[in-house]
């Protein structure tokens, strides 16, 4: 088996670790977070996950070499309405996080803790 092209292996090293932080964020969000199959992709084994963050819809394919990072995550059919594709594109889904990261940051959330010297 041949070495993939350096920049295959770095391209594929980004979404692992995209990945890992969309599982991470479905976690910290259980009650906002679907994966369902996707239905859209021609290979088997590739899903949608769709959160829920802010009100506003957020979507990603997940491959299937990353699957099991998403077990805690509900699964449910194509079908259902929190797996609906609400038209957003990329350019708006980035738009969303970073509105949704102001709001948090306006609100003072995540901001560390003030200690007494």
Do not use: C
């Amino acid at each position: 088996m041949d070495e993939p092209h350096p920049a295959e292996a770095e391209r594929d090293q980004a979404y692992a670790e995209r990945a890992a932080l969309l599982a991470w964020i479905a976690a910290l969000h259980p009650a906002n977070a679907v994966i369902t199959p996707a239905d859209d992709v021609g290979e088997d084994g590739w899903q949608l996950l769709y959160l829920l963050v802010g009100g506003w819809q957020m979507s990603w394919h997940i491959a299937p070499r990353d699957a099991e990072l998403f077990a805690h995550v509900e699964q449910v059919e194509p079908t259902d309405p929190r797996a609906q594709w609400d038209g957003h594109s990329t350019a708006e889904k980035y738009e969303r996080i970073q509105q949704h990261t102001q709001r948090l940051s306006n609100a003072g959330i995540g901001r560390p803790y003030e200690t007494e010297s």
